[in-house]
């Protein structure tokens, strides 16, 4: 009996299911839909085995259980080739479709029970001469009309439903449709040959191996599920409209990085047997050496909590991991309720932002992710959004708010003040997207983008013709301590011939040590050329009395709501008298910002301040204005 490529197929079949069947599964909806139609294959090829026998035995048996094998082989071809239509569009049309295409999917069910029945009730003959084996008739013709049905609809699915299929799905899909199509078209050429139920069974290895192998889905450091499968998960969830809860466990670290790096791994190991122990929530582990606990029940999200602090607890009985603790300590990062983000691409992106690196300052070790948080990160992204599409469409802008200088009684010095032109001519001023842009990195794009914007104008309007000594740049501590700060601020200004001495960078106060260091570096380089440094925002801060002692700067600005405050509060009146009388013993001159009245000039006058900014004499004016200005004030 020719049945030896169905045994194979058989085997194939009952290892996949094996295989399967011992990993671990996330339970997503495809995940289910391929197991159901490796089932499907598996007895469609038991059918076939069977049906060939009882036909080339068919004098031995009656003749209606010979028709009635037939018939059950035919009928699970069928359900063959609707189970992979099932499983290619598994999930999308349930939850992600629209009212036309979920009616799709449905008529498709109803379609094929019908189908069943219709095969059923139609005739079936066969035929078998020793060489040739087949079954024909109405029921045979009705199951190729409707295989190929299928067929086609999943090939058409994997077009019209590109978005939603990842590209390695549908390149295994449209393999398997493939040999599947062409074993059939084989074996009507050539009936003795009997493939297509192996056929069926090589699509379905296909499919595992490109696609369904769930050993690609746990990482091969900790057993856990691993990162490349946490997106899929979490948009099935999603998908399905379930609510549920994540805590991302991640640890801060407080030492030196290489006895760092070492504790970690040891750490993370430890933590990653015990986490087996969860079984409320699928655990994550995702490379970067923190763990994802997502809870489809947030009732368990409080007790493994207290499980797992109850474990770090207990570690400390073993002095090595004890240790460890002493630098590492775990952050959990908790999103109580999953509905605070549209999908998972929002929610990832949500988590990707409280990774460890992010929180340098942060002491707490609970974070809980609220609809708050999720706003404001929206804005944020929002805000980085903005200023990049302004970047790009030549929209910042940069006004100037001319500097009064006493001793001179003209104005000596502007500073450089960006603004960004919205698409509708609105102005947005650099309080509302600095701060975000310094916290996301962008500031050194954009401050580059800002002082090649300030030192063309300086360059082609030549502003020291207009008694202008000085142009006063904000300088982000993220680029002042950029290792290429120096040469590109020396490129610029050869590329524009301006005398160095022209510039003077405002810096304001840093927390990091390391930033001040590698800042004080620059500093001292640009220094060297000629160009000078001023302490912004005196007062405003904590510690800037350290900061004019170590460092270079020259000039000291005093914070507006210091002057502010000098008219009410007879303490802040002793500390401004005290820093100009302080700050010229050391030789540095002082601009007192914020002057918005004839009695604060007139004050700060008296005090011996050497520079007045603010807006009784000035508002930052626009380039154009401002050569007004200077052509109107200076000469
Ligand atoms: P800042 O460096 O302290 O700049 C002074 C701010 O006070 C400016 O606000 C200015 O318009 C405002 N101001 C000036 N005179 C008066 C006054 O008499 N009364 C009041 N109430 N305000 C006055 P602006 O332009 O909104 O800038 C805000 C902050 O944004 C700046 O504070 C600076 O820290 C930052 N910034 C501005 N431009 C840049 C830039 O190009 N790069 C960087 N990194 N930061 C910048
Ligand atoms: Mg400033
Ligand atoms: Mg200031």
Same mark, same amino acid.
């Given at each position: 009996?020719?049945?030896?490529?169905?045994?194979?197929?058989?085997?194939?079949?009952?290892?996949?299911?094996?295989?399967?069947?011992?990993?671990?599964?996330?339970?997503?909806?495809?995940?289910?839909?391929?197991?159901?139609?490796?089932?499907?294959?598996?007895?469609?090829?038991?059918? $076939?085995?069977?049906?060939?026998?009882?036909?080339?035995?068919?004098? *031995?048996?009656?003749?209606?259980?010979?028709?009635?094998?037939? =018939?059950?082989?035919?009928?699970?071809?069928?359900?063959?080739?609707?189970?992979?239509?099932?499983?290619?569009?598994?999930?999308?049309?349930?939850?992600?479709?629209?009212?036309?295409?979920?009616?799709?999917?449905?008529?498709?069910?109803?379609?094929? %029970?019908?189908?069943?029945?219709?095969?059923?009730?139609?005739?079936?003959?066969?035929?078998?001469?020793?060489?040739?084996?087949?079954?024909?008739?109405? +029921? +045979?013709? +009705?199951?190729?009309?409707?295989?190929?049905?299928?067929?086609? !609809?999943?090939?058409? !699915?994997?077009?019209?439903? =590109?978005?939603?299929? *990842?590209?390695?799905? %549908?390149?295994?899909?449209?393999?398997?449709?493939? %040999?599947?199509?062409?074993?059939?078209?084989?074996?009507?050429?050539? #009936?003795?040959?009997?493939?297509?139920?192996?056929?069926?069974?090589?699509?379905?290895?296909?499919?595992?191996?490109?696609?369904?192998?769930?050993?690609?889905?746990?990482?091969?450091?900790?057993?856990?599920?691993?990162?490349?499968?946490?997106?899929?998960?979490?948009?099935?969830?999603?998908?399905?409209?379930?609510?549920?809860?994540?805590?991302?466990?991640?640890?801060?670290?407080?030492?030196?990085?290489?006895?760092?790096?070492?504790?970690?791994?040891?750490?993370?190991?430890?933590?990653?047997?015990?986490?087996?122990?969860?079984?409320?929530?699928?655990?994550? $582990?995702?490379?970067?050496?923190?763990?994802?606990?997502?809870?489809?029940?947030?009732?368990?999200?409080?007790?493994?909590?207290?499980?797992?602090?109850?474990?770090?607890?207990?570690?400390?009985?073993?002095?090595?991991?004890?240790?460890?603790?002493?630098?590492?300590?775990?952050?959990?990062?908790?999103?109580?309720?999953? !509905?605070?983000?549209?999908?998972?691409?929002?929610?990832?992106?949500?988590?990707?932002?409280?990774?460890?690196?992010?929180?340098?300052?942060?002491?707490?070790?609970?974070?809980?992710?609220?609809?708050?948080?999720?706003?404001?990160?929206?804005?944020?992204?929002?805000?980085? *959004?903005?200023?990049?599409?302004?970047?790009?469409?030549?929209?910042?802008?940069?006004?100037?708010?001319?500097?009064?200088?006493?001793?001179?009684?003209?104005?000596? /010095?502007?500073?450089?003040?960006?603004?960004?032109?919205?698409?509708?001519?609105?102005?947005?001023?650099?309080?509302?997207?600095?701060?975000?842009?310094?916290?996301?990195?962008?500031?050194? #794009?954009?401050?580059?983008?800002?002082?090649?914007?300030?030192?063309?104008?300086?360059?082609?309007?030549?502003?020291? *013709?207009?008694?202008?000594?000085?142009?006063?740049?904000?300088?982000?501590?993220?680029?002042?301590?950029?290792?290429?700060?120096?040469?590109?601020?020396?490129?610029?200004?050869?590329?524009?011939?301006?005398? #160095?001495?022209?510039?003077?960078?405002? @810096?304001?106060?840093?927390?990091?040590?390391? !930033?001040?260091?590698?800042?004080?570096?620059?500093?001292?380089?640009?220094?060297?050329? /000629? @160009?000078?440094?001023?302490?912004? $925002?005196?007062?405003?801060?904590?510690?800037?009395?350290?900061?004019?002692?170590?460092?270079?700067?020259?000039?000291?600005?005093? $914070?507006?709501?210091?002057?502010?405050?000098?008219?009410?509060?007879?303490?802040?009146?002793?500390?401004?008298?005290?820093?100009?009388?302080?700050?010229?013993?050391?030789?540095?001159?002082?601009?007192?910002? /914020?002057?918005?009245?004839?009695?604060?000039?007139?004050?700060?006058?008296?005090? /011996?301040?050497?520079?007045?900014?603010?807006?009784?004499?000035?508002?930052?004016?626009?380039?154009?204005?401002?050569?007004?200005?200077?052509?109107?004030?200076?000469?």
């Amino acid at each position: 009996m020719n049945i030896y490529t169905q045994i194979c197929g058989l085997v194939i079949i009952a290892l996949l299911i094996t295989f399967y069947k011992k990993q671990p599964t996330m339970g997503l909806g495809s995940e289910r839909r391929f197991i159901t139609t490796l089932h499907v294959i598996f007895a469609c090829v038991i059918l $076939d085995i069977i049906s060939c026998y009882l036909i080339i035995n068919a004098t *031995k048996y009656s003749r209606s259980i010979v028709l009635l094998s037939c =018939k059950l082989y035919l009928l699970s071809l069928q359900a063959v080739s609707y189970s992979a239509l099932a499983y290619t569009i598994a999930d999308i049309f349930k939850y992600l479709g629209s009212n036309f295409e979920r009616f799709l999917g449905r008529l498709y069910r109803y379609g094929f %029970i019908l189908g069943l029945f219709v095969t059923l009730y139609l005739p079936v003959e066969y035929h078998y001469d020793g060489i040739y084996l087949y079954s024909y008739g109405p +029921a +045979a013709f +009705a199951t190729y009309i409707l295989v190929a049905i299928y067929i086609v !609809s999943v090939v058409a !699915s994997t077009i019209v439903l =590109k978005k939603h299929i *990842k590209q390695q799905k %549908i390149n295994a899909l449209l393999i398997w449709m493939t %040999i599947w199509v062409c074993s059939a078209v084989i074996q009507f050429f050539k #009936p003795q040959l009997l493939i297509v139920s192996f056929a069926a069974c090589i699509g379905a290895l296909i499919m595992y191996l490109e696609m369904e192998n769930p050993q690609s889905a746990i990482s091969r450091k900790t057993g856990h599920f691993s990162s490349a499968v946490i997106h899929d998960y979490l948009d099935f969830l999603y998908q399905s409209k379930k609510n549920f809860s994540v805590m991302m466990i991640s640890f801060r670290t407080m030492g030196d990085a290489s006895t760092e790096n070492k504790i970690l791994r040891k750490t993370i190991t430890t933590l990653s047997e015990f986490l087996f122990n969860i079984e409320v929530a699928k655990v994550f $582990d995702t490379a970067e050496g923190y763990f994802l606990l997502v809870f489809e029940n947030n009732d368990f999200m409080e007790s493994t909590k207290f499980k797992i602090a109850t474990y770090f607890q207990s570690v400390e009985d073993n002095p090595d991991i004890a240790y460890a603790y002493t630098l590492l300590h775990p952050v959990y990062t908790v999103v109580p309720d999953s !509905s605070i983000a549209y999908n998972a691409d929002e929610l990832m992106m949500l988590l990707s932002n409280f990774v460890p690196n992010n929180y340098e300052n942060l002491v707490k070790d609970e974070i809980i992710i609220d609809k708050n948080t999720m706003a404001e990160l929206r804005n944020k992204k929002l805000v980085e *959004k903005m200023v990049i599409e302004a970047m790009e469409d030549n929209r910042i802008e940069v006004h100037y708010q001319p500097i009064y200088n006493v001793s001179t009684c003209t104005y000596t /010095g502007a500073e450089a003040l960006v603004r960004i032109r919205l698409q509708d001519g609105t102005l947005v001023y650099p309080n509302d997207f600095i701060p975000i842009v310094e916290e996301t990195g962008r500031i050194v #794009p954009l401050s580059d983008n800002i002082y090649r914007n300030v030192l063309t104008f300086m360059k082609s309007y030549r502003v020291e *013709k207009l008694g202008i000594e000085k142009v006063e740049l904000n300088l982000s501590v993220k680029q002042g301590e950029s290792p290429v700060f120096v040469s590109r601020m020396l490129e610029l200004l050869e590329k524009n011939e301006l005398n #160095p001495s022209l510039l003077n960078f405002e @810096i304001t106060e840093t927390s990091s040590l390391q !930033s001040k260091e590698n800042l004080l570096v620059n500093m001292e380089k640009l220094k060297a050329h /000629g @160009i000078s440094f001023s302490l912004d $925002d005196f007062g405003a801060g904590s510690s800037n009395l350290n900061y004019i002692i170590d460092m270079p700067v020259e000039i000291v600005k005093l $914070d507006m709501h210091l002057t502010e405050e000098y008219f009410t509060n007879p303490k802040a009146r002793a500390i401004v008298k005290t820093v100009v009388e302080m700050s010229h013993s050391m030789g540095l001159r002082i601009i007192s910002e /914020g002057i918005e009245t004839e009695e604060q000039m007139k004050e700060m006058k008296s005090l /011996g301040v050497d520079y007045l900014q603010g807006y009784y004499f000035s508002y930052p004016l626009p380039e154009h204005e401002f050569l007004k200005f200077l052509q109107m004030n200076n000469l």
